[in-house]
Structure formats: C-alpha cells, structure tokens
C-alpha cells in the first residue's frame, strides 16, 4: 500500500483530504508542520507528500526544498490557499523547487486522487522504464 | 579738540599770555621798586660818604691851618731873632767883645723863652761860634753842616735858608738848622747865625691836636724836602717833590684839601695843606680815609643791611603775587577747560544723538555713511574725516564716506593693512590708534595723500564685525599736531558702534524680511485694533494673483473689519477668524488655529490658519497666518487611503488564506459525500449546492487576494493603444446599443511597462463598471496620454475610462478602490472590481484614481510608468550598447529558456563567453567541463532542489575566483529573503532588469 504524508496546519483539511485519501486506498501519515513532516518521513518509508505552503513553524516552500534534498525522488505536491501570496504565485514557486504537482486550494479531493494516482503511475512507469 | 582749542578772534587774549603780562608787569615793578631801594640806599651811602669826605677835608683842611699858623710862629720867631741880629752883624766886620756878649744873652734870651730851639748860635767866616744860645758853645756846633754854612757865607747869601733836618749832638734828635748869613759893608758874608729847631717842637703840635692815631703831619720845604713827620721820621730829609702835593696841589691854592690816591701801601688818604709862602713851607695832614670812613662803613652795613631786606621783601610780595595769580589762573583755566569740555561733549552727544536717531531711519546706506563721516569731522572739530570699508579679499580698505578734503583729493584711496597707512595700522593692530605727530610717527606711514593736504595728527579706530557687517575703520585728521583728546577718541569710537550696529540691524532687517518672505504662509500682524501693520510676500502675492475673501486687505486695512464684512456675506470662517483674533488679543486664548476652505467646487483650496499673541510696545497684538494646506490635505487624503487600502490587503490575504482552507472543507467532503450517495439523490442536490456555494467563496477569496496585490505580474512593454483598442474590440459586441464605447487616442503615446494580461482584465473591469454606471445609455470613452513628469526619473503615461453616466457621491468615490465596495445591488456585483484595478497600478508601481460627480459621470485613470525601452528581460526590447564591452567566460543558469537565451544574446553581445545551464544540478553539471569560470548569473528559484543560493556557496567553495551574480523575478523581498540559504552578500538583480543595470552589476562584480 503507498503511503501518502499529508502536511497541513489546519486539522479540518488535513481531516478531509485523510479521509479521501483512505478512501483511495492509501495509507496515509499527517503532519501539522515541516518539522513533523521531515520527522514522518525519516520514520516510515514514504511514496509521496502532500504539503501547504503556508503553515506556521515552516514555510511549505522550506519544507519541500529539505524533503527535495533528503530525499531526491520523493515526489511532493504543493496545495496553497494563498496568503501572503496569492496562491498562483507560490505554487510556480514549488513548481520550480521540485514540486512535482501544484493544486489551489479550494478543490475537490477527487482532483487530488486523480493526480497522486497519476503522479505514481508515472513514478512507477518512470522507474519501469 | 576741547582743552586746546584755539580762542576765536575778538575774545580777549588766551589764559597764558594774560598771565606772563602780569608776571612780567609785577616782576618790572618789583625790580624797579628794588632799584630804587637799592639806589637810595646807594645814593644815602655815597652822601655819607662824600659828606664824611667832605668833612675829614674840611676838618684836616682847618687843621692844618691851624698847625700852620703855629709853624709859621715858630719860623716867625726865628726871623724876629735873625731881624734883632741885623742889628749887630749887618755890616759889621768884626764883633767886639761886648756885641758878642750882647748877642749871647739875645740868644740865651732867646733859647729861654723858645724852648723848641735846640741851639742858636752865631758862626763867623771861619766857622767858628762867636755866640751862642748855651754858655758851652761846644755844644753848639755838633749838628752844623759846616760846608753849608761855609758855602751859605762864601756864596754871600743874605737869605733865610732852612736845612735838611740833621740828627744833633749825643741825644741825637732832629734838628732843622735855619741858616741866616750877615754881610759886611763891603757886601761880604761875615758872620751867620743858626738855628736849629727841634723837629719834636713841630710835631709835638700835632700829636696834640688828637687828630687820632693814622693820621700824619707833614712839614716840608715847598722844594719837597721833608723837614718833619709824624708820626714816622723815616722819610724826614727825603724828598717828596714828584707827589701831587708838590707838583699839583701847592701851586694851585696855598690852603687846600684833596683825597690822594692810593699809596704803596694801598692807603687812600685824605690830605690837607698849607702853604708858608714867607717861609716857603709846606703844612700838611694826611688822615687815612678808611679810618675817617670808618662809621660811614659802619652805616653801610646798616644801608645795605634795609636795603637787601627790602628788596627780599618786594621779591617775597611780588612771589605771592605771581603765584596766588598764577593759582587763580590754573584755577580759571581749569574752569575754563572745563566749561570748554562740557560745551564740547554737548555738541558731541547732540551730533551723535542726531546720528543715531537717523540711523534708526536711515535707508541708503551711503548716506548714512556720508552724514557719519560729517558728524566725524563736526564732532571732533577737525579738518577731515574718513570713513574705510573693507574690500572683500581682506587686506585692501576703501574709503566709501569722507569729509571736509578739499575737491583735489576726492579721488578713491585704497589703504593697504599693516604699516602703510594710519587707517590700515589701526585695522591691523584691531586698536584704536591715535597719532599725535605724523612727523615723529614711528609705527606707521601716514598716507601720502594726507601728508600733502598738511595732515599733522589722527585718530583712526578699526571696525571690527561679524561676517556680512560693516569691517573697516573711520579716521579723523587735524592739520595741527596733537589736536585730539580722548573724548574724541572716544566719539570716534562711538561713531564707529553706531555704524556697526547700522550694519547689524540692516543685516538682521535684511534676514528678518528674507526669513519672513521665504515663508510659504501669508503672515500678517495686527495692532490691538487689528490694523495690518506688516504682512509678508506671500501675503501680498497671494492677495495679487487671487480676488479671496480671506486674506486680503494690506497694510493699514483692519483685518477685523474684513473678517466683519465677510461674516456679513455669511462666510461663516470670516465670523469664527474674527472672534478668534478678539480671543487671542483679549488674552482669552493663547492660540487660535482653524482649517477652513477657500473657492469654489472648481478648484478649492484649503488653508490652516493660526492666529498667535504678538506682544507690540505693551499693546497686544496678533500675528496671523494663512497656510495653503491644500496639496498636505491632498496627500493626507491619498494617505489615509493607501493605509486603509494596505491594511485592507493584509486583512484579506489573511481572510482569503483561512477562507480557502475553509472552502476547502466544505466542498472537498460534500464532494465525497456526494460520491457516495450520488448525485441523483436529493441529498445529492443539496451537496451539490453546497459545492456550487463554495465556489463562489472561492472566487471571492480570488478577488480579494487579487486586490491585496499578491499576484506574480509579468511586466513588460506594452503599447497602450493597442490594449485600449483590444479591450474596446472585445466588448463592443457585449455593451447595450445604447452606450457609445469610443477610443480616443493621441498618434502616438509611450510603451508603459505593465503585465499586458492583468491590464487587460483591468480594463474590462472599469469599462464594465463604466457600463454599469449609463442605465440609461451614454458613452465611455477610453484615452490614453502621456503624462508630464515635471523631470521626475519616471515617467507615467494615463489610461483612463470615463463614461458620462450616474457618477458617484464625494463619501462613495472617496471608499470607491475599497474591497466590497460597490452602488450596485446586492447580487449584482462582488465590489472587488475597483479595488483589483488599484492592487494592479499599485503593483505595477503607478497609481489608480477617480473623479466623480454626481449626474456627470466618473473618470477612473491608472497612471503607468513609461518603458524606457531596455528594461524587460524577456523581451523584445534592450537595443546594444556597443560601449559596454567585457572578456571572460559566464555561466547562466535560469530555467526559462527565453529569458536564458535573451541572456546569452546578450551577454555574447558584450564580448563575454557564456555557458547555460536550466537548473542547479545542470549547473554543476557543465561547471565541471570549464577549466575557467569568471561569473555566474543564477535564477534564485529553480527547479530542483537547489536554489540559486545553494548554487552560489558550491561556486564559491570549488571556484573561489569566480564572480557571482543572481536574479530574481519576486517583487517581495521576503520571498527571498526567508530561504535559509539567503545569503545577502551576493549581488542581486532584480527582474526585470535593464540591459544598463546588468552591464553596471556586471562591471562591478567582474572588476573585483
């Protein structure tokens, strides 16, 4: 089963996109920060994150350039609600640190299990090839 | 020149000449009083002394008279004898016996009764005594000259003869034998008779006639023989013929007297004679004069005694004389001198209270110059004065002001410091200096010019003032030397301060107008009455260039009747300045401040007006002032505004954030609820509202970050035309028929520099708002123009909307770029139209207003800058610049490859070999092949997980030589700087960046 580490502040989303995730089948981690994130990763191997971009103790772009240097492959999806940018804006950013994915907040959960189911096929087509 | 002015004419003569005529009148009276003392001391002295003369004359004179008389009874008595022997031996040969006794006893007889005859005896030829006096006649013929008596009978003379007294006998006393011969009938001598007289017999007289002791007898043979003396008988039978007596005086008066001259032993002598002529005798007394002068001498030291005390006491009196005159003379001249000074010091303080009170006054300097240098020359009383300024560079002084030189010498001199010249010593020694004779002057040459005109003596004081005040030194001059006191020193000197403090208060005048002219407020002061007394530039500018109600009116107009009259009119700002001026007079208020508004609705000004207590010679004042606050309430309006509109952004950056996440929620599990129960369902269609609910949430959140300007904008030349011209094309076909869209452009208008697409969506923005705003049809008219930058570094062009329709109210356009705010109906509008145009201009750095007026129509402008044509990295623009040329090997590293290959355009352009590279790793990749590497020019973000920085610290460790340059495309610094590889040090370019910024990094970096 992949593991899917959702990394979001706030407990409702990370609530609901858990619950579509489990619904696809996923085994799914959370962390509430970047730090929990990096530690969630160092103790299970895991397929792919799912991180915000803004959250308090580290900016999600932050997060994403650490996992990008702890771990290479591991493909990383960026959401964002916007903030002290709008929401278009860092996602180019994650775009051009590694992510391999970005979604604006609000969207469907579908959207974003659809686009894990894609990432990893390719991942998986990639690593086949 | 106060103590030694000279007397006018007509005035009596001066204090010193008066006062040597009385010294010399009382010393001439004086010494002639002493000389008449003296003289009728000397003349007493010379009559007691002639009388005394006179008298010892006189009286020797009777005296030798009467010794005379008994002289010549004496030798009278010897002629009776020879007489009564005539008898007998006239003619007689020879004596009997009895005639020789009859002639003894006539000769005893005659002995006895003349006791004064030592012996009388009678001799014959043979000289032999045939009689005698004495019975011994050995006794008688000791003292005969035998030859005498011999050659008186052989020489047959019959006459008297008196002989040189002879020493006689064994007691040895003179003797003076009176020899007398007898003849015969024949005529031949035979006998002579003799007589020796005792010269004691006629001395003895003398001696008792107690002429005193000095005196002397003298009996002599008028041939000068000396026949007796008293008191000496040394020079008896000498000779005394070539003495006055005997060759002068005897053959002139047979009585006489004389004073003889002095004698061998310095004796004057008073002589008296007389003479015998029967018996050819001489008498004389000489008496010593000193001795008969004796109590004259004594008078004399008497005379002469009074006479010195006398003179000692007229000089005394005339001493006193002088010197009580001589007092009451110092003490006329000293009041006199002072009198003199005090008339002088009042003509000095009234020319110097005339002066100051001119200078108080006084507008043209010159003038004033001109009247101090004449109060100089009157005020010291002397012939010129001078006034010198100092000439700018310093050393040289100017005369700018004289007086009294004559027309000859009216020409400019310049007096160089130091030694050359009296003014230029006194500047250079910074001290008064007074010259008392130019022709003894050692410190100094006076000038030659002065010298010429006959100067002899100056004062010169030097002005010495603070930078911008009157530095030089005035100078007054006497042809006579020493002509000045030192209260011309000082009145010079305070000449000289009242100069200065001209300057001063001209300097402070000057800096108080300039100070109050550079003012921008309208300044005016007010009297207790509120009458203008003073009112500065701005005050009578502004009164100039506008007819205002407020302010206006000059100097002399009441500012309060002003206020009045425009109370009347029913300003009511008029009414509330005019109790606020009475407030501030009446000392109710210490300030009165108002904002009021001035014009009309077509150009209203606003002004901040202050009214403050001036305090005017103890009247009370006011000082007004009117400040043009108009552009500062501009500017306070405009900031207000980007505050709210500011704070607003980050309010709703935050709201959007958390409302996103919200949304989130909400739609992501109705849409998983949804999944499961299907859409069909009635459950299904109220998830799917709620869905539908949330997306419309979520294009609010859009909208609001929109305005909180946090959008990635991708600026670059755009032609305005063309976006006006696009935006109108695309809706046309959606406006009503009723509304005109028009594009009103000028042939040409400059590229701005703006994300082509988000002005796009700006446009249709307004242009709908514009449509929105002509329910009832009109026209929007688009324009763009250049705008005038007044030589700002940036230049803007306006893009403008403007429609003819409702127009806003003053309270709605004011909040019009304000989130949510909208005129439109609940449901119609989101009201984030205006204010996502203003996050645009503002991001965009230009601005976005509006001008609306009810039932006219609104105008909305965005202001962008002006592409400069070179800027935008990526895009077309950048022309070459051949000038900048460069050597070395650069490695660019960006991830879009139209901006890398601009880059390596243009980098090759500049001579520079480049290598690319898309991302970090790509970097480090090919910076492997390069043996050299002068310059990296790195993206900061890049794919991967690298950044730029993260590159940049690898650069440095494996090439340590190498320049670093990055760039970044994010206005928000933050953005930046919160990577934890940020590393401030390195040089950082801002995208976009102009070709001339890149070669100046460039040229920065490469030179180190």
Not at chain 1, 1 to 13: C, Y
Not at chain 2, 211 to 240: E, F, K, N, W, Y
Not at chain 2, 362 to 377: C, G, I, N, T
Not at chain 2, 807 to 831: H, L, N
Request: glycine fraction near 8%; aromatic fraction near 4%; charged fraction near 25%.
């Amino acid at each position: 089963m992949k593991r899917i580490l959702l990394v979001d502040d706030d407990p409702l989303v990370l609530g609901t996109l858990r619950e579509a995730l489990d619904g696809a089948g996923y085994a799914v981690a959370t962390a509430e920060n970047g730090k929990q994130a990096m530690q969630e990763l160092s103790r299970a191997r895991t397929d792919l994150v799912v991180t915000d971009l803004i959250m308090p103790t580290q900016e999600g772009v932050e997060t994403i350039m650490a996992v990008r240097k702890a771990y290479p492959t591991l493909p990383i999806i960026a959401i964002s609600g916007g903030g002290r940018l709008d929401a278009l804006s860092l996602l180019d950013v994650a775009r051009k640190f590694g992510a391999a994915a970005t979604l604006k907040k609000p969207f469907p959960p579908s959207v974003l299990v659809t686009l894990i189911g894609r990432i990893l096929a390719e991942r998986r087509g990639g690593e086949s090839c | 020149m106060a103590d030694t002015v000279t007397e006018a004419p007509g005035s009596d003569s001066s204090p010193p000449v008066r006062e040597s005529r009385f010294r010399r009148r009382v010393l001439i009276v004086s010494f002639l009083v002493a000389i008449l003392v003296v003289g009728e001391t000397a003349i007493d002295v010379y009559r007691d002394h002639m009388r005394l003369t006179e008298d010892a004359e006189r009286d020797v004179e009777n005296l030798v008279v009467n010794l005379a008389s008994t002289h010549k009874q004496v030798f009278d008595s010897i002629d009776l004898l020879f007489l009564s022997l005539e008898d007998h031996l006239n003619e007689t040969d020879t004596l009997d016996a009895g005639a020789r006794a009859h002639i003894g006893r006539l000769l005893r007889g005659f002995r006895s009764r003349f006791p004064e005859f030592q012996s009388v005896v009678v001799l014959n030829r043979d000289e032999t005594v045939v009689a005698s006096g004495h019975r011994d006649l050995s006794k008688e013929s000791g003292f005969l000259d035998q030859r005498r008596v011999k050659a008186l009978i052989e020489g047959n003379d019959l006459g008297k003869h008196i002989e040189t007294p002879v020493a006689a006998g064994a007691s040895g006393n003179l003797v003076i034998p009176v020899v007398r011969a007898f003849r015969n009938r024949s005529g031949q001598v035979v006998y002579a008779a003799v007589v020796a007289l005792k010269t004691s017999a006629l001395t003895g007289t003398h001696s008792a006639l107690e002429i005193g002791s000095g005196s002397v007898m003298l009996l002599a043979r008028t041939d000068g023989t000396v026949l007796a003396r008293s008191p000496s008988t040394d020079i008896v039978g000498g000779s005394l013929a070539d003495r006055p007596l005997f060759t002068e005086h005897i053959s002139s008066a047979s009585t006489g007297s004389y004073t003889s001259p002095p004698q061998s032993d310095g004796e004057i002598r008073i002589v008296g004679y007389h003479v015998s002529p029967r018996h050819e005798l001489v008498t004389a007394i000489a008496v010593d004069r000193d001795r008969i002068l004796a109590p004259w001498r004594e008078n004399l030291v008497g005379h002469i005694g009074s006479a010195i005390l006398l003179v000692l006491l007229v000089a005394a009196a005339a001493w006193f004389m002088i010197r009580s005159h001589d007092r009451e003379a110092a003490l006329r001249r000293s009041a006199e001198r002072a009198r003199n000074r005090a008339r002088d010091r009042a003509v000095k303080q009234q020319i110097m209270a005339g002066l100051s009170q001119y200078s108080a006054e006084a507008e043209d300097s010159q003038d004033f110059l001109d009247r101090a240098a004449r109060a100089l020359r009157k005020g010291t009383d002397c012939d010129f004065a001078s006034i010198a300024r100092q000439v700018s560079s310093g050393s040289q002084m100017m005369i700018v002001a004289r007086d009294g030189w004559p027309e000859h010498a009216r020409e400019e001199y310049v007096f160089v410091g130091g030694t050359d010249s009296h003014l230029g010593f006194a500047l250079h020694s910074r001290d008064t200096i007074i010259s008392h004779d130019y022709g003894t002057e050692k410190r100094f040459r006076p000038h030659h010019r002065l010298v010429e005109l006959g100067a002899r003596s100056g004062v010169a004081v030097p002005m010495l003032t603070a930078s911008g005040g009157f530095s030089g030194a005035l100078s007054v001059y006497s042809t006579n030397p020493a002509a000045f006191s030192d209260d011309d020193r000082m009145f010079v000197e305070a000449i000289g301060h009242l100069i200065a403090s001209y300057y001063e208060r001209r300097i402070q005048s000057n800096l108080r107008s300039a100070v109050l002219d550079s003012v921008p407020s309208m300044l005016a002061v007010l009297d207790h009455r509120g009458d203008i007394l003073f009112v500065n530039r701005s005050w009578i500018s502004e009164g100039d260039a506008r007819d205002l109600q407020m302010p206006e009116g000059g100097v002399g107009a009441n500012y309060i009747d002003i206020c009045t009259r425009a109370a009347a009119e029913g300003v009511v700002e008029a009414q509330q300045m005019q109790e606020g001026i009475l407030d501030v007079m009446s000392g109710q208020t210490d300030r009165f401040q108002m904002e009021y508004p001035c014009g009309d609705e077509k150009e209203m000004r606003w002004f901040f007006a202050t009214v403050s207590p001036v305090n005017l010679d103890g009247h009370s004042g006011a000082l007004v002032s009117h400040l043009d606050i108009t552009s500062r309430r501009e500017l306070e309006k405009q900031l207000r505004e980007a505050s709210r509109m500011e704070a607003l952004g980050q309010l709703t950056g935050g709201i959007a954030h958390d409302f996103n996440n919200l949304l989130m929620v909400v739609a992501g599990n109705a849409e998983m609820l949804s999944d499961r129960i299907g859409p069909e369902t009635r459950e299904g269609r109220m998830l799917a509202a709620i869905r539908e609910a949330a997306g419309r949430g979520a294009a609010l959140t859009d909208g609001l970050l929109s305005f909180s300007r946090r959008q990635l904008l991708s600026p670059q030349a755009v032609e305005p035309q063309k976006v006006l011209q696009d935006a109108a094309r695309l809706l046309e076909r959606t406006l009503r028929e009723d509304i005109e869209l028009r594009v009103e452009t000028p042939d040409s208008c400059r590229q701005i520099l703006a994300d082509e697409a988000q002005l796009h969506t700006a446009l249709m923005n307004l242009i709908l708002n514009a449509r929105d705003a002509l329910p009832n049809g009109g026209t929007i008219i688009l324009r763009c123009e250049d705008l005038d930058n007044g030589g700002a570094p940036v230049a803007f062009v306006r893009l403008s909307v403007t429609d003819d329709g409702e127009g806003m109210p003053p309270a709605v356009a004011d909040k019009a770029f304000e989130p949510f705010s909208t005129t439109k109906p609940v449901g119609q509008g989101t009201g984030l139209g205006l204010s996502m145009v203003h996050g645009f201009a503002i991001q965009s750095g230009g601005t976005a207003s509006l001008e609306s007026k009810p039932g006219q129509g609104t105008r909305v402008m965005i202001d962008l800058p002006v592409a400069t044509g070179s800027e935008a990295v990526g895009n077309n623009g950048g022309a070459a610049d051949l000038d900048d040329q460069f050597e070395g090997t650069i490695l660019v590293v960006e991830d879009e490859d139209r901006v890398r290959n601009y880059l390596r355009l243009l980098l090759e352009d500049m001579g520079l070999t480049v290598h690319e590279a898309s991302s970090a790793a790509d970097a480090l990749e090919s910076l492997a092949g390069l043996p050299e590497l002068d310059l990296l020019l790195s993206d900061v973000i890049m794919p991967g997980s690298m950044s730029g920085y993260g590159l940049a610290s690898e650069i440095r460790r494996n090439r340590p030589g190498s320049g670093i340059i990055l760039m970044s495309g994010y206005t928000d610094p933050s953005m930046i700087e919160r990577l934890h590889e940020h590393d401030p040090s390195i040089p950082l370019l801002r995208k976009p960046f102009s070709r001339s910024q890149l070669v100046a990094m460039l040229k920065t970096v490469l030179s180190d």
